[in-house]
């Protein structure tokens, strides 16, 4: 049951809502908490017990942490079990296909294995319980008495599946002691009926332009234009991030109608001036996590240039494996840590402002291609098919009857979004000031989650891009 | 202050009230449910696990399926979608001018439906036997309905257009012509007056309208007349402009799931008078389902004795109130020699079993 779904946004988000405002203080959190669980149970039964039962360990092994003469020998301990949970569920397969073929290559004889299917959300999971133990072993928080709480911090329904990255020693405090206000479900619902929007009538108006490439065979992929090569690309660059900050704004919306506060995961990303500051705008909340649970762990900065280049290597080969058991990804994660290399050493920050953004935005735009591409092969023709230059025409007939009329009007949206302009309207829209203009936001948001969610009832189903990490 | 505080809290509750709206009409009584054309409204059944996740997956589905709010949800989306970019969510619609269409064979082609010149050749020598045989006072009559194929041919994806003269209307016409048999071509009629006359077809079914089956009656009745040199004109009748649809006139409003109907002046109504004292005909009407509109407009009632049966793909017989009775083979050759006139229905796409196999098996009977 996706935010994006029928069944949620017509019975799961009112009904909810309902008897958490008609619930005695209390009780809040054990029904959010129950809540999480029923939702979580309705996607993927099978793997629920899983989540509790590894959440129920966690809770008394960062107990020891915290009581315990050795924390640090809890922590290895703790930290071990999360990413353990996350190799077998996640790089398992990969691990196995890839040795597969090599041993394949060497004329040994294959190992035989039945595919372990990938529990959803099972990377917010971990990140979200390293959080916990290392907050608390770094004697930033203290652990949570309830395990209740504490299993409400790890399976709450906003932020359990994608993100965004909450650190416990931020939400600890909304566990217990939270603002719980009508008023919040208006700002909130604002907020979620934006991302909705996001969803629903940019991402994957995009989605229908952007997936052309996945659906063509290699002959036609190798013959295609190159502005149908350029536009599948920028398509599909505007339909991540739609599709993420989407997510990412129904998540803090619902998060803001029960009184949390969420932490934000993208400020214009695209108008980065930089790789370096891409990152800081990008999946802000997993950017943090890298640096302050493995970028400072590895010693930062604070090394000498060599050591500093190979961290920042590895901190993005990891995140691009963390994205997905795919050589593709880990490809575009090296792809991103190299050009922050080159940044630094080259100090590429003294042309213009708009140069630097168009730059920036070009290197990003070819990371995508390697993140969308299913295979090598697949990446290394679209990016060819971008330079072939053969067919001069900017469109021709069949680009035209691709690109309709849809895929314009969600273009021009993206690019109206993309000025400063809509920035200060958006932060103006969401810092309701009077009776009035929340009323006038109110109605801007029923519309969009009118038309939102005429759109979810009669499609099928379509989960959000980093449902699948 | 608190004026404030307590007008947000209003607002706030008035926002949860209405989130509940889309849940409420689906279970609230006295809401009428607006079906959704062309979605079968099965009553699924929950049959899998819980454990795996298949029940949820089921109930999920059902739920929305059956949901009376998705339905006006959908016309909405359609509606909007429609009306701002003039985007249609059905399958198989096509433009003509200012309206239109669904095309309901997506893969048809006549050139792909050529049976072959000698089997067409062998079927006109057949009716060239039984014209023989019944003499020249009943006259066998080919008839063929126009086509929705050629009628929008130019507005229909190029694998639905045919170039090739190698079709199964080209040889038929060019047979009946040379062995000068009885016969009307409605297709070439309504083609070459496409311009002039209301739209002929139901713009979502498969059959011409209940006009256009109506002006084919009343010109078949001149046809005959003029060949069997005796006055039949047993009907009249009124055309009226009509914006909605009728049975036969399938509008697409239904196929596009709108909310509002759509304007359309091009469709026609008819009203048909019989004439009292006028002569029927007594006939004998092997045909497809192109003559049930005939029978549906009234005409037929108003042209044909009331034992004058239909015999539907030479397989199924009907009376004249479309009541299924007996296949006979032996009454139809008793009724043949009685008749004043024998019509063969045969559309173009039916044309690939031109003549059903209803020549050959009677001129078994009468040899």
Partial sequence: MTFSSGIFLVYFLPLILLIYFCSPTILRNGL???????????????????????????????????????????????????????????????????????????????????????????????????????????????????????????LFFPQLVAGPIVKYKKIAPQLSHRKDRLENVINGFY??????????????????????????????????????????????????????????????????????????????????????????????????????????????NRVGTNRMYLNLFIVFTLSGLWHGASWNFILWGVFHGCWLIIERLFRLQKSTSFLRMLITFIIVLHGWVLFDADSFSEAWNHLTAMYRFESVEFMDSADLFYFNSHVFIATMIVLLGMTKLSRLYYLKLTQIRNIKTSLIYLFIAGILFFISLSHVVTGSFNPFIYFKF | MKTRSSTYRYIALTLMGLLFLPLLVNHLPGIPKAHVFGVEEQQDSVSGSWLDGSAQHQFEKKLMDHSVSRTYLLRFRNQYQYTLFGKINANNIYKFGDYYFRFYIPSFNDASNFIGKDSIEHTLDEIVQLQHYLGDSIPVITIIPPSKHHYYQQFLPERNRTRSKETNYHYVLAGLKQKQLHHIDFNHYFLNNRSEIPAIFAKGGIHWTSYASTVAADSLMKYISSVKQEHYDSFSYDTVYHNGFNVDDLDLELLRNILVKPKDTRLRDVIITPKKGKKRLKAVIIGDSFFLTIQNSGARKAMFTDDSFYHYYFSRTYNSDLELIPFDIHKIKDAMKEADCILLVNDITNLQVFGFGFPRRINYLFR
């Fill in chain 1, 191 to 300: 907020r979620f009926s934006i991302g909705l929007a996001k969803k629903v009538l940019i991402a994957n108006v995009l989605s229908e332009y952007g997936d052309l490439l996945h659906n063509w065979d290699t002959t036609v992929l190798q013959t295609s234009s190159t502005s149908i090569a350029w536009m599948t690309a920028l398509c599909y660059t505007f339909e991540i991030y739609f599709d993420f900050s989407g997510y990412s704004d129904m998540a803090v919306g619902l998060g803001t109608m029960f009184g949390f506060r969420l932490p934000e995961n993208f400020n214009r990303p695209y108008l980065s001036k930089s790789i370096t500051e891409f990152w800081r705008r990008w999946h802000i909340s997993l950017g943090d996590f890298m640096r302050n649970y493995l970028y400072i762990p590895l010693g930062g």
């Fill in chain 1, 32 to 154: 959010l908490l129950a809540g999480s669980i029923f939702l979580y149970w309705w996607g993927a039964p099978d793997f629920i017990w899983i989540l509790l039962l590894v959440s129920g360990i966690n809770f008394y092994v960062v107990h020891r942490i915290h009581n315990s003469e050795r924390p640090k020998f809890y922590l290895v301990l703790y930290v071990t079990i999360n990413l353990a949970l996350l190799c077998y569920y996640k790089y398992f397969n990969f691990f196995i296909d890839n040795f597969n073929l090599l041993l394949e290559q060497t004329g040994l004889q294959q190992i035989q294995w039945a595919a372990i299917a990938l529990p959803i959300g099972i990377s917010f999971h971990t990140f979200h319980s390293i959080t916990y133990g290392v907050d608390v072993y770094r004697k930033e928080a203290k652990p949570q008495k309830s395990m209740f709480n504490y299993w409400l911090f790890i």
